[in-house]
């Protein structure tokens, strides 16, 4: 650069106007948070909190700004809780909206909102601050899964829902209520042994599968609102308890799951099937024998193939259900008729991490409850091969022993076929199983090594 040069006005203009444009912004930020601290302030006792709370929101939506300190010196929260306490619906419905934009920028409210429970479940019942009011509690419980036991145990929060739902509220208001409920459900730590030991019992449960049953019988696809949470709380139900299937899942409930997994988009984040997809997963665990006397398994098999071949399905949810269903001799035998495994492999290279562990699990409940059939196959070695190989990669037990018991029973049957294998990666494999934290697959591990040494005068 010569050093006759000299930079064009406009360099210093910009420069400038950056700096001055720094400094404007430091000091907007510093006004709107004193700004803050003093609306917080004077909400108690104000004689028009409705306005204070406007005036808040707009410099949460607007700025940047420290919530968590502005929260913590101005009590900005307790101020807002105790505008719950109003006689005016707009002023509680104004705090409970600017309670809910400041948890979604600021994790501060969440512990402050745990003591406070109560307060938000005493006006649950206003049909205008009911969808707050469940979006708030929600939000505490994914954040704090200790309030989940807190609304069950000291809000009573089962009864006071399913009294709501009596009232046959709207399909929205419905939708808030039983999405609040499947929440508190996953997150409340033995909720279900609360549930049976206490007040709520075999009559609480009756009340629920009826009102869950009609909410999937009667709603369509566009109901998404109401379906969603009401798969999510009936996939838990069924998981939980133990009742007879013609109890908890009816023959036209089961047809109306078929229907609904036929109809459904499989892709999108609107999407119903993963949340179907789980509830079958929990049927055909639970009740397999019955779906086999209502010759449904092979009708659920083909609508969810054909999802497979849309693009963006949720793959690994699917073979999960197919894993599931091959865990009997029969259930196998059905996966193989559809020759499933051979057309997912061809597809093996590209899948995801969780795709391939639920298809390598699903070869190996073949390999265990059809030994003869899978073994047979020219491409087996290199199957069990990759079945080896991803022992390492997998962080799930149940597939460590899985892989344990197959390892078991091609000693046992044909140890030959380990023989012809590199035992070098065998053996790798076990001793990786043998570190594992989880005492069953450790153990397991040791005495299935010992037994192939034996077995295979490998020493």
Not at 272 to 279: F, K, M, W, Y
Request: proline share 3%; with cysteine; hydrophobic share 45%.
């Amino acid at each position: 650069m010569s050093l006759d040069y000299k930079p064009d006005s406009s360099f210093f203009s910009k420069g400038i106007s950056h700096v001055v444009n720094e400094a404007n912004d430091s000091i907007d930020l510093y006004e709107n948070q004193e700004r803050l601290s003093y609306l917080f302030n004077s909400l108690p006792g104000s004689e028009n909190p409705g306005i204070v709370i406007s005036q808040i929101e707009k410099i949460v939506n607007r700025k940047e700004i420290p919530l968590d300190v502005v929260l913590f010196e101005s009590k900005g929260i307790e101020n807002l809780i105790e505008c719950l306490k109003s006689s005016s619906t707009v002023v509680c419905r104004a705090s409970l909206h600017c309670i809910y934009i400041i948890m979604l920028k600021s994790t501060f409210p969440h512990k402050v909102l745990l003591s406070n429970l109560h307060s938000f479940v005493r006006i649950m019942r206003g049909p205008s601050l009911m969808p707050f009011v469940c979006m708030i509690l929600i939000e505490v419980v994914e954040h704090l899964p200790q309030a989940s036991n807190t609304l069950l145990k000291n809000e009573h929060i089962i009864a006071l829902v399913l009294s709501l739902l009596d009232h046959q509220v709207s399909k929205t208001m419905t939708g808030f209520l039983l999405l609040l409920l499947s929440r508190v459900w996953k997150k409340a730590k033995k909720s279900m042994v609360y549930i049976r030991e206490t007040q709520y019992g075999v009559t609480f449960e009756r009340r629920l599968i009826s009102f869950l049953h009609n909410y999937v019988l009667y709603c369509s696809l566009d109901d998404i609102w109401v379906l969603y949470p009401s798969l999510c709380l009936f996939e838990s139900c069924i998981k939980h308890w133990n009742d007879d299937c013609s109890i908890i899942i009816p023959n036209s409930v089961i047809y109306k799951l078929i229907e609904l997994t036929d109809k459904t988009s499989s892709a999108g984040s609107n999407s119903l099937l993963p949340v179907i997809i789980e509830v079958w997963n929990i049927i055909v665990i639970k009740y397999f024998n019955e779906l086999v006397l209502l010759d449904v398994i092979d009708v659920i098999i083909q609508i969810l193939l054909r999802h497979c071949e849309i693009d963006k399905a949720p793959i690994s949810r699917i073979l999960f259900f197919f894993c599931n269903v091959s865990a009997t001799n029969e259930g196998s035998r059905i996966i193989i008729s559809h020759d499933i495994f051979g057309s997912a492999y061809e597809m093996y290279s590209s899948f995801s991490m969780s795709s391939k562990e639920n298809l390598l699990f699903l070869f190996m409940n073949l390999l265990l409850n059809c030994f003869e059939t899978m073994t047979n196959s020219t491409s087996f070695s290199s199957i069990f091969a990759d079945c080896i190989d991803f022992v390492t990669c997998s962080i799930s037990p149940d597939y460590s022993l899985v892989f344990l018991k197959s390892i078991e029973m091609i000693n046992q049957q044909n140890s030959k076929i380990l023989t012809d294998m590199d035992y070098y990666c065998i053996e790798n494999a076990l001793n990786d199983l043998i570190g594992s934290s989880e005492t069953r697959v450790s153990s397991k591990a040791i005495i299935i090594k010992k037994l192939i040494e034996e077995t295979n005068n490998v020493y």
